[in-house]
């Protein structure tokens, strides 16, 4: 495997912010490594730099010091508009609050990423149809946020997250606002993706849900203190090998 370049690839990464006379030191020189097909829990209390990684990983925020490398490409000294191209691209947002537009259907939410991408409309409404049976919502195509329940919403936004086939997955406590029968329905869904060869890497505080991760990153100061489980094994490595 040493000859496979990492999907993510960050080093020495430090961030620091400024609240009010105090300076914070979020990020204290983070080094992570993520090879495409991995299944990451990232795990911290409140305070511990998990969700300032989750914003620079995502490219919605940028580090003082170090350098991450997506794909190859440093994003490090990337300018705002090349960030949000690089967003539009290769990254998905899964988030606890779902994010969705009240006034709009779940096939106009899914396809919102697509709008701004010159894709003829009739593709990016196929395309968005696609994500919507891929997540189990192809008969819930017409129903609006308040028609729908918990776990539909989250589909809803996982779908949208995924209709642009992107390199990495972030979801930023995704089972926060769910209850157990339905946070169990979206680790499943979760599962089925890492499945089907997708990379993600999710922000949580809950032990179970973390455990349902390949690999589980522990943060604490803005600093990994621990990382465990298989870094670089992906469901095509493990065929046949019994788990």
Same mark, same amino acid.
């Given at each position: ?30 080094? #992570?490594?993520?090879?495409?097909? @991995? ?25 003082? %010091? ?36 009240? %006034? ?6 899914? @396809? ?24 189990? #919502?192809?008969? %819930? ?10 776990? @539909? ?91």
């Amino acid at each position: 495997m040493s000859d496979v370049k990492p999907l993510i690839e960050i080093r020495q990464l430090e961030r620091t912010y400024a609240i009010g006379a105090e300076k914070v030191r979020a990020l204290r020189g983070v080094d #992570l490594t993520v090879h495409s097909n @991995e299944y990451v829990a990232v795990m911290g209390h409140s305070g511990s730099g998990k969700s300032t990684l989750m914003n620079v990983l995502g490219c919605l925020d940028r580090a003082d %010091r170090g350098t991450y490398y997506l794909n190859g490409i440093n994003t490090t000294r990337m300018s705002e508009g090349q960030l949000a191209h690089i967003r539009n691209r290769q990254i998905g947002f899964v988030f606890q609050s779902f994010e969705l537009m009240g %006034r709009l259907s779940a096939l106009k939410n899914v @396809e919102l990423p697509l709008i701004y991408s010159n894709i003829p409309f009739w593709k990016r409404r196929r395309m968005a149809k696609d994500a919507l049976v891929r997540v189990g #919502l192809g008969g %819930r195509i017409g129903h609006k946020p308040n028609q729908l329940s918990g776990g @539909e919403k989250q589909r809803v936004a996982v779908a949208r997250a995924l209709v642009n086939q992107p390199s990495l997955l972030l979801a930023d406590e995704p089972t926060g606002n769910l209850d157990t029968t339905t946070s169990d329905g979206i680790m499943q869904l979760f599962e089925q993706l890492y499945e089907e060869g997708q990379t993600i890497i999710m922000v949580t505080h809950e032990a179970d849900i973390a455990a349902r991760a390949r690999r589980v990153v522990r943060m604490r100061d803005g600093q990994i203190v621990s990382d465990e489980g298989p870094t670089r094994q992906t469901p095509q490595q493990t065929e046949g090998v019994g788990r």
